[in-house]
């Protein structure tokens, strides 16, 4: 059962069906097989039951968000104050790639959004400073990764409505491990240029009396930040209000640069709901294939079939990071998540692993389905903003960076209080 269920999944994938259409279509032939009880007469109560979920309602309101902070000038203003503070260390403007996507993901939640929007501003500047045009690439694909790591972050709310784990907490655990990331992806650019000096491009030349001018430009990321985050610690909101306090904040902000226009809402309303629609159809398919794959006895299965192996704890983590490499190739990530997390996560705590702990875990492995290929989808949006050249250079110039997050999982076994110490902090009396 279980052979066929991967095996069908994979072909479909392998057809370049989408892969909403994928997780339906799987779902309907498991239960032909499997299921003598005609389970398909669910399906409408499973699409609205997934659609009102409140939780959920943020995810168009992140989207909307990301889509008014990239017409309204706030990620150009910070991209430059970026490269005033940042160019003068080896690898110069690639650390403003991976700063700006960092400051970005504060705010958007969405890794697809960070990588666009600052690759939009940097891309340009790639081949006038003379840098390596992979390594380039690379910082952009891997630093919007950062999106769905540090909050807010739409994949984190994901994660705690599938395993029923509180999303301010989730919000605080990510916060030290996605600062850590960033900084282990400048660590790495530092190493490359020092090793190979051409690939650093020409120095940008600044003062100290520019940087001090360019601060005000990194305020409005630290004003939407401020708004949705520190919202829902203040008690003010939940994270669904906390995500449409920020799509106002956002407006006030275009307002504010005179680019607050109907032409400018009409576009981002309708990127929002193509996007949106898109995302919700992931879900229900996928909580579709979830109830077929439950009804028929497959997750009982597998996870008495994975509890057989005898494995120890840290046995089964390298098991689920070697699962989730090799399964990010194939599916795209949000889905990934829908159908995986009611399976390992249960699998995973009862083994004794933090809840939190585990989520930072599976984000940063699916930060690692973002920049593999053939399902990539940051390598897909990178490439997507260049004027030319192949789909390979994003390629290469992104795997480095899928050690450095290995590593990152490898520092948050050893030292576990990197995403437990803030929550821990902040809930203490």
């Not at 120095?203 to 829902?232: M, Q």
């Not at 275009?254 to 629609?277: G, K």
């Not at 050690?403 to 999982?409: K, P, R, T």
């Amino acid at each position: 059962m279980l052979g066929t269920s991967l095996l069908l999944l994979v072909g479909l994938l392998a057809l370049s069906i989408p892969v909403a259409a994928a997780l339906g279509v799987l779902g309907l032939v498991l239960e032909q097989l499997f299921s003598r009880a005609p389970l398909s007469l669910a399906l409408g109560e499973i699409a609205w039951s997934a659609g009102r979920d409140f939780l959920l309602v943020s995810i168009p309101m992140f989207v909307l968000l990301g889509e008014i902070l990239l017409r309204s000038g706030v990620a150009e203003r910070m991209y430059q104050a970026m490269v005033k503070w940042l160019s003068w260390l080896p690898g110069g403007l690639m650390h403003s790639n991976i700063g700006a996507c960092s400051i970005f993901a504060a705010t958007s939640g969405s890794s697809v959004a960070t990588a666009a929007t600052v690759g939009t501003v940097a891309l340009p500047l790639v081949r006038r400073h003379g840098y390596n045009e992979r390594l380039f690439l690379g910082t952009l694909a891997a630093g919007g990764t950062l999106g769905i790591l540090i909050p807010p972050s739409i994949n984190m709310i994901v994660y705690a409505v599938l395993t029923d784990t509180s999303i301010p907490k989730l919000y605080l655990a990510g916060i030290l491990p996605g600062l850590a990331m960033a900084a282990t992806f400048m660590g790495l650019v530092v190493i490359a240029c020092l090793a190979r000096p051409g690939w650093g491009g020409r120095k940008v030349e600044t003062s100290w009396a520019d940087r001090i001018r360019v601060l005000p430009d990194l305020v409005p990321p630290l004003f939407i930040f401020l708004v949705v985050v520190g919202s829902i610690y203040a008690g003010i909101a939940t994270p669904t209000e906390a995500a449409s306090l920020g799509v106002m904040a956002a407006l006030l902000l275009a307002a504010l640069f005179r680019r607050l226009s109907v032409a400018m809402l009409i576009e981002a309303f309708e990127n929002t709901m193509r996007t949106t629609a898109m995302i919700m159809l992931i879900i229900i398919a996928a909580y579709f294939l979830n109830f077929v794959i439950t009804a028929i006895g497959l997750t009982q299965l597998l996870t008495s079939t994975v509890s057989g192996l005898g494995l120890s704890q840290y046995q089964m983590l390298i098991a689920i990071v070697l699962f989730y490499l090799v399964l990010g190739c194939f599916m795209e990530t949000l889905s990934m998540m829908i159908t995986t997390i009611p399976i390992v996560a249960p699998v995973m705590i009862a083994l004794g692993f933090d809840p939190l702990w585990l989520g930072i875990v599976i984000v940063i492995l699916i930060e690692a389905a973002l920049i593999t290929p053939p399902v990539g989808l940051n390598l897909y949006v990178v490439q997507s903003l260049r004027t030319s050249g192949r789909l390979d250079d994003v390629i290469v110039g992104a795997l480095p960076f899928v050690g450095a997050m290995l590593f990152m999982i490898l520092l948050l076994a050893l030292f576990p209080g990197i995403a437990l110490w803030l929550p821990s902090v902040v809930s203490s009396p």
